[in-house]
């Protein structure tokens, strides 16, 4: 099962944006634009599962939009693997998500069918 997020224009070149594709009522996922890459990971800092990462509405980024960051207690991860490298969970990892982008430029997330957040 897949789920269209947005097109590949609603996600800011070089930002973030959160998505709530399970109706769970708080963005659940975050997805982050480096060209016509997307990443994506569960919202859920593995410092304190289930605690929401962004700062603000679809602030997942350091402010040299080089980091995602958890607003909890400063961790950073790379956004390319989601590693953390920096902070209390230091070599610990997001969740990462399969996003891809089709020939429309839609962005999609593939779900597995047991994922809940
Ligand atoms: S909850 Fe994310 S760094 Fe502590």
Redesign the pocket.
Known sequence: MRVRLCHLHDLPDGGSRGFDPCEAGRDTILALRDGRRVYGYLDD????PG?P?AWRKDAYLNGSGTRIV??????QFDIATGTCVL???FGQALTSLNLNVDEQDDVWLRLLSAWRP
């Open positions: 800092c593995p410092h304190h605690a990462m958890c607003h909890g207690h400063g961790a902070g209390p969970c």
